[in-house]
């Protein structure tokens, strides 16, 4: 018998946030059919929905996180956590786009639509509770910044980049697929709770052949949160994106990609074996050495900000590693680590995209920042902010990042990857400094002209403001780095809870 | 007798033409069709095994499936389009703009 | 074999459909004369002179119609179930696809305008 899923108020309600980007990426969608250009008025409501989305965000707060429409979602602290994280991302890349889109005559409606596409990809992403919605959700993410990169249409570097960001994305996600298939037939589910159930059990969870699908789901992901050895198109494909795009894959994609990551493993198949931990630990350690190695002879900055992002990724991957079902410590410092990330990597791109231009070099030389710390101050002090938080410089909220994530390594017994960890650190710290001694101490040879427009301002200065205040903000006006971390840990034991 | 693992089988062989079609074809647009192979190696796994599981998730499945792939061949069709426009060119070995 | 017998009549028309090109074209291999020239071997083009190279290459426009088609085609799959079940999914089954397809003719709306369906 065919029972349809209960929709009612309560559900509309628990989707808000959803419903309120998909549609605004039908009327974005509308508007770019009727009309081209972009006004204020466009400009505007495009903020005014993202607000919206976060309003809804924090309404639902206190939501009971029960898996609804038939399972196929789950909208409980977790994914409104992210859901407010990719939202941000997202704002502070329409911030950014204002004046690079008008620049780059790329002023269209429809990029603001794929975006809100993008977006709600992100949200289905990270509130999946089935294999099916978690694929819905990468697919819709994934599509829209297939577009996205690819949207500087004559451009012969974005050419590049979006079919090379397309074949090795559709490449890896057949993988997936293969590994969700084979996860399907040994269990006969795809709801995350069933998997569970069915893989502890019937003891699957030893069957050679789910640990053979394991591994293809983990090389899907490994791919979108571009960990070695999957990590070839992050460079070209990043150097290649108009860099309001970039900033989203950096951010919003790696965050959203995480989180499914951490939810489907955390659930579903760290319970069964911990050989999973020894082989996380692996990639951990050849992602952030790789990216910091190579990062170092980088001299174009979207480039060596996309090797850092690689070497992020894996401190990111040592907190995966030490995953415990005992101690929510672990993942509860990923979600921190990731709310940090994004503020000061959405901040380094702001300013990068202010200074990029579209002759000659393009404005991407570390070599063309010479004398900008002296010209535009408050720009000069962003990106110094910027680059200490990146490097992990205390007081800021890239020390506290890795600090949670080492301390929580050190706890599950992964002292050794604690200290690779502190190891990369400092050797990260040559490639960041070394932007900062070329703007200070370096004289400009030409003019620097810096589009530093409203948008860009406002997104460096509430991204500057951030990464301050989740270092050592009070517990006062605004939530601190204290109710933060209480806030990953509700979200994370919520999901073991679950697991359980 | 056709039993499950012969369809298996049959999706394991296709998933990997489609492997090697990317990993070992210098045309892009042959390299496109090899990618949709691997995902119709998949359909096929995802319909056998709901056959003979008897549930009906894996029909789901593979009907999204069909669906997200043919949004994928079209966006890559588009991007490849686009390639040509400006490059005159659809093999993989020209993309050698950026290096480090 | 009471089931196979009800189709015999189909295997019949199968080997006699079968059998009737096979002949003509043995026959006509074995009893024929063969005299071989320049003209016989050039392409058949319905009696004209073949002009240029059989290898063309057509216009990008087909690619964007083959697109547009895929894209638009392939909707079938979530409506056919529908329609099957169309009863017992009842009102919600129809607002349901309602929302579905007015997401897809907002598609079309956004293709139209952007003038992709006309051929110049």
């Given at each position: 018998?065919?029972?349809?899923?209960?929709?009612?108020?309560?559900?509309?309600?628990?989707?808000?946030?959803?419903?309120?980007?998909?549609?605004?990426?039908?009327?974005?969608?509308?508007?770019?059919?009727?009309?081209?250009?972009?006004?204020?008025?466009?400009?505007?409501?495009?903020?005014?929905?993202?607000?919206?989305?976060?309003?809804?965000?924090?309404?639902?707060?206190?939501?009971?996180?029960?898996?609804?429409?038939?399972?196929?979602?789950?909208?409980?602290?977790?994914?409104?956590?992210?859901?407010?994280?990719?939202?941000?991302?997202?704002?502070?890349?329409?911030?950014?786009s204002?004046?690079y889109l008008d620049r780059f005559g790329l002023d269209r409606?429809e990029y603001?639509?794929l975006?809100?596409?993008?977006?709600?990809?992100?949200?289905?992403?990270?509130?999946?509770?089935?294999?099916?919605?978690?694929?819905?959700?990468?697919?819709?993410?994934?599509?829209?910044v297939y577009v996205l990169v690819g949207y500087r249409r004559r451009d012969f570097f974005a050419n590049e980049a979006a079919l090379?960001y397309?074949?090795?994305?559709?490449?890896?996600?057949?993988?997936?697929?293969?590994?969700?298939?084979?996860?399907?037939?040994?269990?006969?589910?795809?709801?995350?709770?069933?998997?569970?159930?069915?893989?502890?059990?019937?003891?699957?969870?030893?069957?050679?052949?789910?640990?053979?699908?394991?591994?293809?789901?983990?090389?899907?992901?490994?791919?979108?949160?571009?960990?070695?050895?999957?990590?070839?198109?992050?460079?070209?494909v990043y150097q290649g994106a108009p860099t309001p795009i970039t900033?989203?894959?950096?951010?919003?994609?790696?965050?959203?990609?995480?989180?499914?990551?951490?939810?489907?493993?955390?659930?579903?198949?760290?319970?069964?074996?911990?050989?999973?931990?020894?082989?996380?630990?692996?990639?951990?350690?050849?992602?952030?050495?790789?990216?910091?190695?190579?990062?170092?002879?980088?001299?174009?900055?979207k480039?060596?900000?996309?090797?850092?992002?690689?070497?992020?990724?894996?401190?990111?991957?040592?907190?995966?590693?030490?995953?415990?079902?005992?101690?929510?410590?672990?993942?509860?410092?990923?979600?921190?680590?990731?709310?940090?990330?994004?503020?000061?990597?959405?901040?380094?791109?702001?300013?990068?995209s202010?200074?990029e231009k579209r002759e000659?070099?393009r404005?991407l030389?570390?070599?063309?920042?010479?004398?900008?710390?002296?010209?535009?101050?408050?720009?000069?002090?962003?990106?110094?902010?910027?680059?200490?938080?990146?490097?992990?410089?205390?007081?800021?909220?890239?020390?506290?990042?890795?600090?949670?994530?080492?301390?929580?390594?050190?706890?599950?017994?992964?002292?050794?990857?604690?200290?690779?960890?502190?190891?990369?650190?400092?050797?990260?710290?040559?490639?960041?400094?070394?932007?900062?001694?070329?703007?200070?101490?370096?004289?400009?040879?030409?003019?620097?002209?810096?589009?530093?427009?409203?948008?860009?301002?406002?997104?460096?200065?509430?991204?500057?403001?951030?990464?301050?205040?989740?270092?050592?903000?009070?517990?006062?006006?605004?939530?601190?780095?204290?109710?933060?971390?209480?806030?990953?840990?509700?979200?994370?034991?919520?999901?073991?809870?679950?697991?359980? | 007798?056709?039993?499950?693992?012969?369809?298996?089988?049959?999706?394991?062989?296709?998933?990997?033409?489609?492997?090697?079609?990317?990993?070992?074809?210098?045309?892009?647009?042959?390299?496109?069709?090899?990618?949709?192979?691997?995902?119709?190696?998949?359909?096929?796994?995802?319909?056998?095994?709901?056959?003979?599981?008897?549930?009906?998730?894996?029909?789901?499945?593979?009907?999204?499936?069909?669906?997200?792939?043919?949004?994928?061949?079209?966006?890559?069709?588009?991007i490849?389009?686009m390639l040509?426009r400006n490059r005159?060119?659809?093999?993989?070995?020209?993309?050698?703009l950026m290096?480090? | 074999?009471?089931?196979?017998?009800?189709?015999?009549?189909?295997?019949?028309?199968?080997?006699?459909?079968?059998?009737?090109?096979?002949?003509?074209?043995?026959?006509?291999?074995?009893?024929?004369?063969?005299?071989?020239?320049?003209?016989?071997?050039?392409?058949?083009?319905?009696?004209?002179?073949?002009?240029?190279?059989?290898?063309?290459?057509?216009?990008?426009?087909?690619?964007?119609?083959?697109?547009?088609?895929?894209?638009?085609?392939?909707?079938?799959?979530?409506?056919?179930?529908?329609?099957?079940?169309?009863?017992?999914?009842?009102?919600?089954?129809?607002?349901?696809?309602?929302?579905?397809?007015?997401?897809?003719?907002?598609?079309?709306?956004?293709?139209?305008?952007?003038?992709?369906?006309?051929?110049?």
């Open positions: 018998m065919i029972s349809p899923p209960p929709v009612n108020t309560e559900i509309l309600n628990l989707l808000a946030p959803l419903l309120v980007l998909v549609g605004a990426g039908l009327l974005f969608l509308m508007f770019g059919a009727f009309r081209n250009r972009v006004g204020t008025f466009q400009r505007a409501l495009i903020v005014i929905l993202y607000a919206a989305v976060l309003f809804y965000v924090g309404k639902l707060w206190n939501a009971e996180g029960w898996p609804i429409l038939n399972g196929m979602l789950i909208i409980d602290r977790f994914s409104l956590f992210f859901t407010a994280v990719v939202t941000i991302c997202a704002l502070g890349s329409v911030l950014t204002a004046n409606s603001f639509a975006l809100f596409f993008a977006t709600s990809g992100m949200v289905v992403l990270v509130s999946a509770y089935n294999l099916i919605s978690l694929f819905l959700g990468l697919e819709l993410m994934s599509l829209s090379k397309f074949l090795l994305g559709a490449f890896a996600i057949a993988f997936f697929l293969y590994g969700v298939s084979m996860i399907y037939g040994l269990t006969g589910t795809t709801n995350f709770k069933g998997i569970m159930v069915e893989a502890t059990s019937r003891g699957i969870a030893r069957d050679p052949l789910f640990l053979l699908a394991v591994a293809l789901i983990l090389a899907g992901f490994a791919f979108k949160i571009s960990s070695v050895p999957f990590h070839m198109w992050v460079p070209d900033s989203l894959m950096a951010t919003a994609v790696k965050a959203a990609s995480f989180a499914a990551f951490l939810r489907l493993f955390y659930m579903c198949f760290m319970m069964g074996s911990s050989k999973w931990s020894g082989i996380i630990a692996v990639l951990a350690v050849l992602t952030m050495t790789l990216g910091n190695i190579v990062a170092l002879v980088q001299r174009n900055i480039r060596m900000m996309a090797y850092s992002s690689i070497a992020h990724a894996g401190y990111i991957l040592i907190g995966l590693a030490s995953l415990s079902i005992e101690s929510t410590r672990a993942a509860s410092s990923i979600l921190y680590y990731l709310l940090a990330y994004s503020f000061m990597t959405i901040g380094a791109f702001a300013l990068i202010a200074v000659g070099t404005g030389d570390i070599a063309e920042y010479a004398g900008l710390g002296l010209k535009k101050p408050f720009l000069g002090l962003a990106m110094a902010v910027f680059m200490f938080s990146l490097a992990g410089i205390p007081p800021t909220a890239g020390f506290f990042g890795k600090y949670y994530i080492f301390s929580a390594a050190v706890e599950g017994g992964h002292v050794g990857l604690a200290i690779i960890g502190v190891l990369n650190s400092a050797l990260s710290l040559y490639y960041y400094l070394r932007v900062l001694v070329v703007m200070y101490m370096q004289k400009g040879v030409e003019p620097l002209d810096v589009h530093d427009d409203l948008g860009v301002k406002v997104v460096l200065l509430v991204s500057l403001f951030a990464i301050l205040w989740l270092g050592f903000g009070p517990e006062r006006l605004l939530p601190g780095v204290e109710s933060i971390l209480e806030w990953t840990r509700v979200s994370v034991a919520k999901i073991a809870s679950l697991g359980m | 007798m056709i039993t499950l693992d012969h369809y298996l089988y049959l999706s394991a062989i296709l998933f990997f033409i489609g492997v090697f079609g990317v990993l070992f074809r210098r045309n892009l647009i042959v390299i496109l069709m090899s990618i949709e192979l691997m995902l119709n190696a998949v359909n096929l796994s995802f319909i056998a095994f709901s056959r003979y599981t008897a549930s009906m998730d894996g029909h789901v499945f593979a009907f999204f499936v069909m669906a997200v792939a043919a949004a994928e061949a079209g966006i890559g069709l588009a490849l389009v040509f005159r060119t659809v093999q993989a070995d020209d993309l050698t290096r480090d | 074999m009471l089931a196979a017998s009800k189709y015999a009549p189909v295997v019949l028309l199968f080997v006699i459909a079968l059998a009737i090109p096979v002949l003509m074209i043995g026959i006509a291999t074995i009893v024929g004369p063969r005299r071989l020239g320049v003209k016989k071997k050039v392409p058949f083009e319905c009696g004209t002179e073949p002009i240029g190279d059989t290898r063309k290459r057509f216009s990008v426009r087909f690619f964007l119609v083959a697109l547009l088609f895929i894209v638009f085609d392939v909707e079938a799959v979530f409506i056919f179930p529908w329609a099957v079940l169309f009863r017992q999914l009842g009102l919600f089954g129809f607002i349901e696809m309602a929302v579905f397809l007015f997401i897809l003719i907002l598609g079309l709306v956004y293709v139209w305008k952007k003038g992709a369906l006309e051929w110049e």
